[in-house]
């Protein structure tokens, strides 16, 4: 849940609100929002609720926000997994090209002259 916590932070940041302004707007103590912020204290599901229409935001968009740079990632890591895969059945089809060949000379052994 700390990845949520930094989240809300960046998100407060954005609004140039301070720790306070949300606390009162949630009707919470600052500490109890600061450990939110900080990942100490799980959010249950009306919190998050609450946050999200805080920031004008579905609680999924709020969950996925600034999720870019790990979707880059990972669309970088399957990339590369897809060309090797690629290089993979192209070695895997020139095999079984060679184990054609050497059954059809096993069927068809050529005269030795």
């Excluded at 870019?68 to 192209?90: D, F, G, H, P, Y």
Aim: net charge neutral; hydrophobic share 35%; glycine share 2%.
């Amino acid at each position: 849940m700390k990845s949520l916590g930094k989240k809300i932070r960046l998100l407060r940041h954005q609004k140039g609100w301070s720790q306070e302004d949300v606390a009162k707007q949630l009707d919470i103590s600052i500490p109890a929002f600061s450990k939110i912020e900080t990942g100490i204290t799980d959010i249950n599901l009306s919190r998050l609720e609450q946050i999200s229409k805080l920031y004008e935001m579905s609680v999924v968009q709020l969950l996925t926000f600034n999720d870019t740079e790990q979707e880059q990632k990972s669309a970088s890591e399957i990339e590369c997994m897809q060309k090797k895969l690629l290089e993979r059945e192209a070695q895997l089809l020139e095999l079984q090209k060679k184990v054609i060949e050497l059954y059809e000379e096993l069927r068809h052994p050529k005269a030795i002259a």
